[in-house]
C-alpha cells in the first residue's frame, strides 16, 4: 500500500489497537505474485497439487482467530489481486468442506474487518460497493463469521479538508471497532 494511501491511515488506527490483543501477521498481497486461478489450476489442485506457499498461506489464514482486510475500492469492489489471492486460498479441505449435501466453512476465524476507502459517494451496503458482499459470501463458504466494513467513500468530491476530516473520523471508528474485534 502506497505510504500517502488513505486505506492505510485507517488500517494504522485499527491495527495499533489490535496490537495490544492480537499478534498481527500482515501479508501484502500484492508482494505474492499469485495466478489468477485457471482451468488448469483446479485441474492441478484434483489431482492433489497445491503450490507449498498457497497450502502455508491458506493454513495461516484458516487458523486466524481475527481477520483484517484492507482495500482501496476498484471497478465497484476491491483491486482485483485481493480476488486472485482469495481464490487461491479457497481450498477444499483447508478453508473449506462439505457434507454432501452443502459447504461447510473450516476457518478458526469468527469476525472479519474490511476496512476500504471509495472515492464515488456509495456507501457500504449500495449495490455498487460488491467488495462488502463478496466478503460476506466467502465468509459463508469459509466461515469466517461476521464481517464488519469500516468505509470513507465520496473522498474523490470534496475539499482536501474535509477528505481528511473524514479519514481521520473514520480512523478513529476503525479504532472503536478493533477495541471490540
Do not use: H
Not at 87 to 104: H, M, Q, V
Not at 111 to 120: D, E, H, N, Q, S
Not at 134 to 160: C, F, M, P, Q, R
Not at 169 to 175: E, G, I, N, R
Amino acid at each position: 500500500m502506497r505510504e500517502d494511501s488513505r486505506t492505510k491511515e485507517i488500517l494504522e488506527a485499527a491495527l495499533e489497537e489490535l496490537a495490544s490483543r492480537y499478534e498481527i501477521e500482515t501479508i501484502d498481497v500484492n508482494a505474492l505474485d499469485l495466478p489468477p486461478v485457471t482451468p488448469e489450476i483446479l485441474k492441478e489442485r484434483t489431482s492433489g497439487y497445491v503450490p507449498q506457499t498457497t497450502l502455508s498461506i491458506a493454513g495461516k489464514v484458516a487458523s486466524a482467530d481475527r481477520i483484517v482486510i484492507a482495500a482501496p475500492f476498484w471497478d465497484m469492489s476491491f483491486p482485483s489481486v485481493l480476488k486472485v489471492f482469495l481464490e487461491n486460498l479457497s481450498l477444499y479441505n483447508i478453508t473449506f468442506t462439505d457434507d454432501g449435501t452443502t459447504c461447510k466453512g473450516l476457518c478458526k476465524c469468527r469476525k472479519v474487518l474490511y476496512i476500504t476507502t471509495r472515492g464515488m459517494n456509495i456507501p457500504t451496503g449500495d449495490t455498487r460497493d460488491q467488495g462488502s458482499s463478496y466478503l460476506k459470501a466467502l465468509s459463508s463458504l469459509w466461515g469466517l463469521g461476521e464481517v464488519i466494513t469500516i468505509a470513507a467513500w465520496n473522498l474523490d468530491y470534496l475539499s482536501a479538508e474535509d477528505v481528511s476530516g473524514i479519514v481521520n473520523q473514520t480512523a478513529a471508528s476503525a479504532k472503536i471497532i478493533a477495541r471490540d474485534f
